[in-house]
């Protein structure tokens, strides 16, 4: 049992969060939108249409969310054109680990299939991931569980005998509704008392997630 591992991307290998964080205020200064953060951090782990119907329903119907967009996007291009997309610490010893030991490994994120297929070639990890799965064609977003029951379909595998490793309150609850074994590595986030009940366990970093991984095998 436990032989597939299935990443989130955002706030899990890459530690993009704070920096999609710093375009929503970015965006929401040059909109004169006021404070965001809160907003923010209730769109983390879902896709552009859960964002879209949030900030529509918080701004009205004169928001226009091509223009937030079109702003967030700007100062994304303009900071990772600098200083690149951060890979989290850990990310590449749990990746051979996972190889070494004959583990399945999926990616499971909300984001576009063109941003995930960049990030995975330019940070170099794209060979590690067996199943690549994105939400943009999906019609219901994490916290809903599509995204993690058609990886676990892709990669054959029955939802409770695989991992998911998720950084959001809406990942975790998204594995969770999806039968798996969520695993939370806390990124912007704070643990919850609703998080610890739905996580098998909570990790600080990746190698923790690591050596959980080691501990649970030698129970099997």
């Known amino acids: ?38 907003l923010f951090l209730q769109c983390v ?71 995930i297929l960049n990030g995975l070639r330019q940070a170099q990890l794209i060979d590690y991931f067996d199943v690549i799965v994105s939400g943009e064609n999906l019609k219901r977003s994490k916290p809903e569980p599509d995204i993690y029951l058609m990886a676990c379909e892709k990669m054959n595998v029955v939802p409770a005998e695989a991992y998911a490793i998720e950084d959001s309150y809406n990942g975790i609850r998204s594995a969770s509704r999806a039968g798996m074994r969520p695993i939370m590595v806390p990124d912007l986030l704070p643990v919850t008392a609703e998080m610890e009940q739905l996580s098998c366990v909570v990790c600080s970093n990746l190698l923790e997630v690591r050596a959980y991984l080691q501990q649970e095998e030698c129970k099997a």
């Open 45 to 115: 782990g879902t896709n552009h249409i859960f964002s879209e119907n949030l900030l529509q329903t918080q701004f009205g119907t004169q928001f226009s969310y091509e223009e937030f967009r079109r702003y967030t996007r700007e100062f994304f291009r303009s900071y990772t054109a600098q200083h690149g997309l951060p890979v989290k610490p850990g990310v590449r010893e749990l990746m051979e680990y996972l190889k070494q030991n004959g583990y399945a490994i999926g990616l499971a994120s909300s984001s576009t299939l063109q941003y």
């Open 1 to 38: 049992m436990g032989k597939t591992v299935i990443f989130d991307l955002d706030g899990v290998i890459f530690a993009s969060e704070q920096v999609v964080q710093q375009g929503w205020r970015y965006a929401a200064g040059k909109m004169q939108l006021g404070e965001i953060d809160q």
